[in-house]
């Protein structure tokens, strides 16, 4: 039959497309709620359209505090981890000393550790330190966790940099630090991107390790669990739409910006 022999032609596609949506499905959820006004304290029955909570996004007491510090913990943890990651990436794949395959496979245990182990571990390690539970452990934990992360996405694009081009670069005379800011560095830089936005990513949505070293701070995932036990208002939701929006506007740039610069190349 001409449906099933389509069918079969386009399966793959027909899978893409599938698992796209059922990945996107939620956001689509939590866009329409935020449109919505509900009778009760709680978010979960669609009511009646409304643009209150658009127009009033931080009405409730310390949502927009909490989003605030997880933005500044996340940028601070992005920037930690990234120049860390970057460097011990570096050392990893272009120098040989004791100990290198053993700390190629310690790199992937935070990965690979369950996230409430890592949690107590470092609530363990803080509090026998006589360390203060805050915005400080969390950020140090965030670093922590965010590295091996950062470690593998510049080391996969760092293996594939062609040594060629530093060689014609010290050829032409260039000192190592030109060389590096001019040839090794560019080249590096979408692995370096790719790391810094997924620390960001991660330390912005944690909750395990922030709930377990934050003390008495506040991050935007804990209040979202904690507004959930007394009714989840309408302005987490615009919340999440806006960050959904600005996550998809980011990766659309980045496609429109390499698109063009592909044309460009061509001869």
């Given at each position: 039959?001409?449906?099933?022999?389509?069918?079969?032609?386009?399966?793959?596609?027909?899978?893409?497309?599938?698992?796209?949506?059922?990945?996107?499905?939620?956001?689509?959820?939590?866009?329409?709620?935020?449109?919505?006004?509900?009778?009760?304290?709680?978010?979960?029955?669609?009511?009646?359209?409304?643009?209150?909570?658009?127009?009033?996004?931080?009405?409730?007491?310390?949502?927009?505090?909490?989003?605030?510090?997880?933005?500044?913990?996340?940028?601070?943890?992005t920037l930690g981890a990234t120049a860390l990651g970057t460097m011990i990436a570096f050392a990893l794949v272009r120098y040989r000393f004791r100990a290198r395959g053993a700390i190629n496979s310690l790199i992937f245990l935070p990965m690979?550790?369950?996230?409430?182990?890592?949690?107590?571990?470092?609530?363990?390690?803080?509090?026998?330190?006589?360390?203060?539970?805050?915005?400080?452990?969390?950020?140090?934990?965030?670093?922590?966790?965010?590295?091996?992360?950062?470690?593998?996405?510049?080391?996969?694009?760092?293996?594939?940099?062609?040594?060629?081009?530093?060689?014609?670069?010290?050829?032409?005379?260039?000192?190592?630090?030109?060389?590096?800011?001019?040839?090794?560095?560019?080249?590096?830089?979408?692995?370096?991107?790719?790391?810094?936005?997924?620390?960001?990513?991660?330390?912005?949505?944690?909750?395990?390790?922030?709930?377990?070293?934050?003390?008495?701070?506040?991050?935007?995932?804990?209040?979202?669990?904690?507004?959930?036990?007394?009714?989840?208002?309408?302005?987490?939701?615009?919340?999440?739409?806006?960050?959904?929006?600005?996550?998809?506007?980011?990766?659309?740039?980045?496609?429109?910006?390499?698109?063009?610069?592909?044309?460009?190349?061509?001869?």
């Amino acid at each position: 039959m001409p449906v099933l022999r389509w069918i079969r032609r386009n399966l793959v596609v027909i899978a893409g497309l599938l698992t796209l949506a059922y990945m996107i499905l939620p956001n689509i959820v939590v866009m329409v709620f935020s449109f919505n006004k509900p009778n009760g304290r709680f978010n979960y029955a669609w009511q009646q359209f409304s643009l209150d909570a658009w127009k009033d996004p931080c009405g409730v007491a310390d949502l927009c505090g909490s989003l605030s510090l997880s933005l500044q913990i996340a940028f601070w943890a992005t920037l930690g981890a990234t120049a860390l990651g970057t460097m011990i990436a570096f050392a990893l794949v272009r120098y040989r000393f004791r100990a290198r395959g053993a700390i190629n496979s310690l790199i992937f245990l935070p990965m690979a550790m369950p996230e409430v182990v890592m949690a107590a571990s470092l609530l363990t390690l803080f509090l026998n330190m006589g360390a203060q539970l805050g915005f400080w452990t969390v950020l140090i934990a965030h670093i922590m966790f965010c590295l091996s992360f950062v470690v593998t996405a510049v080391k996969a694009r760092v293996m594939s940099m062609d040594p060629r081009l530093e060689e014609a670069a010290r050829d032409l005379y260039a000192g190592p630090v030109q060389t590096f800011v001019r040839v090794t560095l560019p080249i590096a830089a979408p692995g370096i991107a790719a790391g810094a936005m997924l620390a960001f990513a991660l330390s912005f949505d944690d909750f395990i390790i922030t709930n377990f070293n934050a003390g008495s701070t506040v991050t935007f995932p804990m209040f979202v669990w904690g507004s959930a036990q007394r009714g989840t208002p309408v302005q987490i939701n615009v919340i999440g739409t806006a960050m959904f929006i600005i996550a998809i506007s980011v990766v659309l740039v980045g496609q429109v910006i390499a698109s063009r610069r592909k044309n460009n190349a061509r001869p």
